[in-house]
């Protein structure tokens, strides 16, 4: 079986290339990648190459596909699975393994470690690890991106699981949100942000009763509203302020004066920049909980807090990188029942335009970019697709559907797009 996939052999060294994957052996499964998000993790794994954690020493030698965040379609099933596995069964992969005797330890992370397993490929081998640690799952949804997506949305469902409050007067830790409590989320409307937000207000339990969105653009304040407005929120029994924090003098007042003057029981962070953390130290009320959601590239990266408040009004600290298996059980749920992640879709593409896009991807403005990896398709703009069917049809007609979609992406618009296309 031949695939095409992007494949990592160094620092900034990301490479299209056609190749024969083995045979799978009665342990392994063979699959079918239809659609891959583009993940800034991936981004700083291509530009850190093997000084990456998750990328193996000898990448130059035994390159490595990249991306994480992807479904497909299974297409054989090695003896040992076929009573929990079938051909034609939709799943996801939960990336974060934990196995001891993957490619780098612990850390091994299909998107990172493994030559023939990846999101940005047209077909892969799934190892027994995979399947041993109960990580890969099948998806019973609509579509296949809401499938990609549930990876990134399980991000935001494992932060706000691990947030945690302490009992007065005890030591125990009582994991989550405060249900009913006040929260923030700053730098809050960028890909992840947005799923923090709808998972906030979709979910069941643990909502807060106050939700301050805050970020310094207003066109994606708007989108954001947009998306998810004051009034869809009242519906879910939450009151949603989006602030732009721009202009205000002194943004941590700003922000607490929408709660009274009080602080709040959750603060998430959502942009790896020092005043943002700083700010959002000086919103915790008493035993609030700061999660510092955003992952920095820098190892030096520090933020001042206020250890005063630590010791005397129990404030804390906690940061989480990726959701467990459970937590993308929770998103893949939340799929299959219709919950649609298009909102955090801007931009559609094929896998040749995987590597530019990845090494720039912090340059590239929107939300998430979602790869159709059978397809040979330059990284598009949802809002270009009018002007793009002036001259070609598929265009014209992917935006006829995005519009009756509110300008989102959806299952029609994707279906419509793979049956342009020849598949590889």
Not at 235 to 242: A, I, K, N, Q
Not at 349 to 363: C, F, K, Q, R
Request: aromatic content about 10%.
């Amino acid at each position: 079986m031949k695939t095409r996939a992007v494949r990592l052999y160094g620092k900034k060294d990301l490479r299209v290339e056609e190749f024969d994957l083995p045979p799978i052996k009665e342990y392994e499964i063979l699959a079918k990648v239809v659609s891959d998000s583009l993940c800034m993790s991936s981004y700083k794994a291509a530009i850190q190459g093997c000084d990456h954690k998750r990328i193996p020493d000898d990448a130059a030698e035994k390159p490595v596909i990249i991306g994480h965040e992807f479904a497909g379609e299974i297409m054989e099933v090695g003896s040992r699975w076929s009573g929990q596995f079938s051909a034609g069964d939709k799943f996801a992969i939960q990336p974060a393994l934990n196995y001891p005797d993957g490619p780098v330890g612990l850390l091994g992370a299909p998107g990172y470690s493994y030559q023939y397993l990846g999101g940005n490929a047209t077909y892969v081998v799934i190892p027994k690890e995979v399947m041993e640690m109960g990580c890969l799952l099948v998806y019973k949804g609509p579509g296949y991106y809401p499938a990609s997506m549930a990876e990134p949305y399980s991000c935001v469902i494992g932060a706000m699981h691990a947030n945690y409050h302490i009992r007065p007067g005890t030591y125990v830790h009582d994991m989550e949100i405060v249900d009913g409590g006040k929260m923030a989320l700053l730098a809050g409307v960028g890909p992840m942000g947005l799923a923090a937000i709808s998972y906030a207000l979709n979910r069941e339990g643990h909502k807060p009763s106050l939700l301050v969105v805050t970020d310094i653009d207003q066109d994606r304040l708007d989108r954001a509203a947009h998306l998810y407005s004051p009034d869809y929120a009242k519906e879910r029994g939450v009151e949603l302020h989006y602030v732009n924090t721009a202009a205000a003098e002194d943004p941590a007042a700003h922000i607490k004066a929408i709660n009274g003057g009080e602080g709040y029981n959750d603060v998430f962070v959502f942009a790896p920049v020092s005043k943002v953390i700083e700010q959002a130290d000086q919103l915790l009320a008493f035993d609030g909980c700061l999660n510092f959601f955003a992952g920095p590239a820098d190892t030096s990266f520090s933020a001042k807090l206020n250890f005063y408040n630590v010791h005397y009004s129990f404030t804390h600290i906690v940061g989480t990188s990726g959701g467990n298996t459970d937590d993308i059980k929770e998103s893949l749920d939340l799929m299959e029942k219709g919950l649609d992640p298009s909102g955090l879709i801007t931009h559609i593409g094929g896998l040749d335009a995987v590597p530019e896009a990845t090494l720039n991807l912090p340059g590239i403005s929107g939300g998430k970019k979602l790869i159709y990896n059978h397809l040979e398709m330059p990284l598009t703009a949802i809002t270009d697709f009018r002007q793009l069917g002036e001259k070609n049809p598929m265009f014209s007609d992917l935006a006829d559907i995005c519009d009756l979609h509110g300008g989102l992406w959806s299952v029609e618009a994707e279906e419509l797009l793979l049956s342009y296309k020849h598949e590889s």
